[in-house]
């Protein structure tokens, strides 16, 4: 075998292997952005097609990017993580006021962060750029909350942690970074005991789990 032939292979190789490697990043970089679209994603593929999708969430980034979206200070954090505490905590006593508590948390965080809150709808559309697989739960949440005084008490505590969801999820990630996430998604099935969910509203990660006596009330807090 010649040299040129050899150089030529060597090439081609080479050529390959960028171009895989390029698909591979392409593919990553598809499935991340999938993962923090969530079913967003999937819904609008659903009614107008993956290409138009795909424009459409460009130009939901695209203006995302220029509202100037910005992370929390660590010193906002802590104190949104605080008044998160205290609405879990007013759960066990008063349940609609913990989740409009938390409603208000969600929109506040939002607002800090540099988000339009003003209108709903657009406030929606823009979270789904970096906060979609949350949206679902968030919606729910917000139809519990809207029925605050029909609501029973397990579908308060489900729509708690809907807004959780979401309101972690803005607090502690920072928009433009298409990496994985580094927590998965919490399931409420998963997390919270079915029975009884005015005692331990959630464990976990945020969430403090009090140690029960008898009776109804948590004797002691953590």
Known sequence: MSAGTIILIVVILVIVAVAAAVVSMRMRRGAAERNLVGPEYDRLVDEVGPRRAKAEFD???QRVDGLGVRPLSPER????TGQWDAAQ???VDSPAQAVSAAASLVTA???D???EVSEHDQLLTDLSVYHGRHLDGYRHARQTTERAGEASTEAMR????DYRGLFF??????EGDWAEPTREPESAAADVPAQRPWKQVTQGRHWKSRPQETGD???TRQ
């Open 217 to 219: 009330v948590p004797a």
């Open 89 to 91: 905590e007013q759960f």
């Open 158 to 161: 489900r729509a708690l942690l």
């Open 59 to 61: 130009k939901r980034r």
């Open 113 to 115: 962060r540099g988000y």
């Open 109 to 111: 965080v939002a607002a």
């Open 169 to 174: 999820d803005l607090v502690e990630s920072a």
């Open 77 to 80: 954090r802590t104190a949104y």
